[in-house]
């Protein structure tokens, strides 16, 4: 390797540099290049010894469309999926290309919306196209959204994860589960209650799951905000992305007015869900990250209205 005029390494070619590192050049090829000729091992027919409840992709990231009824009312996020399907004892194994290979179909303007309506569609035909009665598909997505600072009025964006989980069944139908995971502030009770000044506080995170009544229509409800607003509504106070002075002052004074533990939490957003005619059943954990200890504080509640 010899140095250049300027002092630069004269570098061998990209190629050279390959062959250095080990490349070799291609053997000599006898297998079919065309699919029609090629095994096709997945498709095998023998008796396979076991039904398979699912097969197919996780951790598939897609740009998504997600529609609100707050300010971005239209956005894009990033979806991470998984899609699957049952597979029957007497085939080897199932079409992987197929998932991405839809999936890819179904983006309009470069996004897959993630609207119940399309998912729905879209399990639906996964199903026919996998020549299976079933598809399964899940996705996880940040949702933004924009929040004002309580004095000010000054805007930014605050984001919760949202969540669906589409089952379809050709006999049984839909099984839909929707979720978020919305960050709030709470501050101790108990703090509030022994000390003579301050009370501890923490940031907390609100995971709801929610199974919709068949009542639920997306185009009246946005249920990413419902939910939202069932964290945030009984926190001790609202996470803001700018907050001035006055607006500090404020949501520290109701922070203090409106003390809550990790129980109190899980209780009240248990009310308002209850409350809500669209919501069947709901599942609702809170996490406190506490800021005087290392560990967390966690609660959950779990509650089914067709068993009253
Ligand atoms: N079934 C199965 N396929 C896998 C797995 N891992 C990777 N694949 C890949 O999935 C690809 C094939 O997908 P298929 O959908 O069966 O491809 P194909 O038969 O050409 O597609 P169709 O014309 O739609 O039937 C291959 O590249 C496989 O190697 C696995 O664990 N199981």
Same mark, same amino acid.
């Given at each position: 390797m010899g140095i250049n005029t300027n002092g630069k390494k004269q570098l061998p070619n990209k190629q050279e540099r390959h062959k250095l590192f080990g490349s070799v050049e291609p053997g000599k090829k006898t297998k079919p290049t065309d699919k029609e000729a090629m095994a096709d091992l997945q498709n095998s027919q023998n008796n396979y010894l076991f039904d398979l409840d699912a097969v197919g992709i996780s951790n598939v990231k897609y740009p998504v469309k997600v529609s609100s009824q707050l300010q971005p009312t239209t956005q894009s996020s990033i979806g991470e999926f !998984?899609? +699957?399907? +049952? &597979? $029957? %004892?007497? +085939?080897k194994g199932t079409n992987m290309s197929r998932f991405t290979e839809q999936l890819h179909?179904?983006?309009i303007d470069g996004n897959f919306d993630v609207s119940l309506s399309n998912l729905k569609e879209f399990t639906k035909e996964l199903a026919a196209r996998l020549k299976r009665n079933d598809a399964f598909?899940? &996705?996880? =997505?940040?949702? =933004? =959204?924009?929040? %004002?600072?309580?004095?000010?009025?000054? !805007?930014? =964006?605050?984001? $919760?994860?949202?969540? @669906?989980? @589409?089952?379809?069944?050709k006999e049984l139908g839909y099984d839909i589960i929707t979720g978020i995971t919305g960050t709030i502030t709470t501050l101790c009770p108990c703090s509030k209650e022994i000390s003579e000044y301050s009370a501890h506080n923490q940031r907390? %995170? &609100?995971?709801?799951?929610?199974?919709?009544?068949? !009542?639920?229509d997306e185009n009246k409800i946005d249920w990413k905000q419902a939910l939202l607003?069932?964290?945030?509504?009984? $926190?001790? $106070?609202? @996470?803001?992305? &700018?907050l001035k002075r006055p607006d500090e002052k404020m949501v520290t004074e109701q922070a203090y007015e409106n003390p809550r533990f990790v129980e109190d939490m899980v209780r009240l957003v248990a009310a308002d869900l209850y409350e809500m005619e669209f919501v069947q059943a709901f599942h609702v954990v809170c996490q406190n990250e506490e800021s005087i200890h290392l560990h967390d504080a966690i609660a959950s509640i779990t509650y089914d209205k067709s068993e009253e």
């Open positions: !998984s899609f +699957s399907s +049952s &597979v $029957a %004892k007497d +085939s179909a179904y983006l598909l899940e &996705v996880t =997505f940040p949702w =933004f =959204f924009e929040r %004002k600072g309580p004095a000010s009025d000054l !805007s930014g =964006f605050n984001h $919760a994860d949202a969540y @669906i989980r @589409i089952n379809y069944d907390g %995170k &609100v995971s709801m799951e929610i199974g919709l009544a068949d !009542s639920f607003e069932a964290a945030e509504s009984n $926190a001790s $106070a609202r @996470i803001h992305p &700018v």
